[in-house]
Structures are given as structure tokens and as C-alpha cells.
């Protein structure tokens, strides 16, 4: 069952591969936490976390240099 404390550690381990450069861990433990954090409130009220999540997700893209993509991502956070 998704769980908010489940989806903060993924969301964390993803920080911490994103700290060591390792992008595409990071962006798969992200987007881990996105869809637990979507499963537990829901796409119709924005939340914060989620928001945080697109916000995580995006500044991997930048990272990355994958600029389109970290707009998407920056833009949706906005919601």
C-alpha cells in the first residue's frame, strides 16, 4: 500500500544519487516517489510534495542538460 513516509525515502535516496552525479538513479528513485506520492493524494488537489517531486525531477533534466525536460518538469511543479 503507498505510503507518504514509503515515498519520502525514495524521494531521498534519490537526492543522494543525484548528489553523486548518478542521474538516472536518481531520476528512477524520483519518479518512484512521484507515482507513490500521486497513488496517496491524488492528481485532482495539488499537494506540496508532489510538487517538491516534479521540482526534484526536473532539476535532474537540468543537471543533465536536457533542458525540455526540466521545463516540463519545473512547469507541472507549478500546478
Known sequence: ???PDVATTYNNIGSVYDS???YPEALAEYKK??????AV???EKPHPDVAT???NI???YDSMGKYS?????????QI
Do not use: C, D, Q
Not at 70 to 77: P, V
Open 58 to 60: 526536473g532539476s535532474v
Open 33 to 38: 516517489a512521484l507515482k507513490m506520492r500521486l
Open 69 to 77: 525536460e526540466f521545463l516540463t518538469e519545473h512547469k507541472t511543479s
Open 41 to 43: 493524494y491524488g492528481t
Open 53 to 55: 517531486t516534479y521540482n
Open 1 to 3: 500500500k503507498p505510503h
Open 20 to 22: 553523486m552525479g548518478k
